[in-house]
């Protein structure tokens, strides 16, 4: 099995590449160690463009609920273009440009898996709380993007698994800050159970949203 892990110097990610060293194969790529930055399509182009053939999984686990310094909103006085535009450029846009460059990698004659982590605050249908608009409404978008995605990578790829996952509450930097009181899980837990739900997808799934435990979270 070889693996591409996008985001791999993160708390999931880097856990991610140590469980799939135990499987195959794995290369992690991210900003810190080779510029690869997903709002940049170039980075993104120049990165994955150097990469041969042969990938059966495909995870990007990049993304941020703060950007710059700016946290999620708590009311509508609170947005702010800019920071709305950044966040669907990280958590929407910037995964959609790594399938788009990763669709050449992977294989047409087996079964190949590609997956974004999103969140479930990205649900509409299980939105009762309001707020944190902008991180609400990229994941949302991006949700969006990999379902359409999917639909368009199956006359190509017909073995191929295309979904969105919710890795849960992880024990990072930024449930320290964000958390509310959630109990969080180790990334190392965290990437177990991600690895545990894309073992047991089949083509059928595709264009899926799925959380931690393998359920399927409301659009």
Not at 83 to 109: C, E, S, T, Y
Not at 161 to 176: E, K, N, Q, S, Y
Request: contains cysteine.
């Amino acid at each position: 099995m070889r693996s591409l892990v996008v985001g791999a110097s993160g708390g999931i990610g880097a856990a991610l590449c140590e469980a799939l060293a135990a499987r195959g194969e794995v290369l992690g790529v991210s900003r810190r160690k080779d510029g690869l930055d997903v709002t940049d399509e170039a980075s993104v182009a120049r990165v994955l463009g150097g990469l041969e053939q042969g990938f059966d999984l495909v995870i990007v686990a990049t993304g941020a609920l703060a950007l710059d310094g700016v946290g999620p909103e708590k009311a509508l006085r609170a947005l702010d273009p800019a920071a709305m535009a950044a966040q669907f450029a990280l958590n929407a846009i910037g995964p959609a440009l790594v399938l788009k460059h990763a669709l050449r990698l992977m294989p047409k004659d087996r079964t190949v898996r590609f997956a974004a982590l999103s969140a479930r605050v990205g649900s509409i249908g299980d939105n009762a709380l309001g707020g944190w608009y902008s991180y609400r409404a990229a994941k949302a978008a991006l949700n969006q993007l990999i379902h359409t995605a999917a639909i368009e990578v199956a006359r190509s790829h017909r073995q191929g698994i295309v979904v969105a996952l919710h890795p849960g509450t992880v024990d990072t930097g930024l449930t320290a800050v964000h958390g509310a009181g959630h109990p969080a899980v180790a990334p190392a837990v965290a990437a177990a159970n991600l690895l545990a739900v894309l073992d047991g997808l089949t083509p059928a799934d595709t264009g899926g949203f799925f959380d931690w435990s393998g359920a399927r979270v409301p659009w």
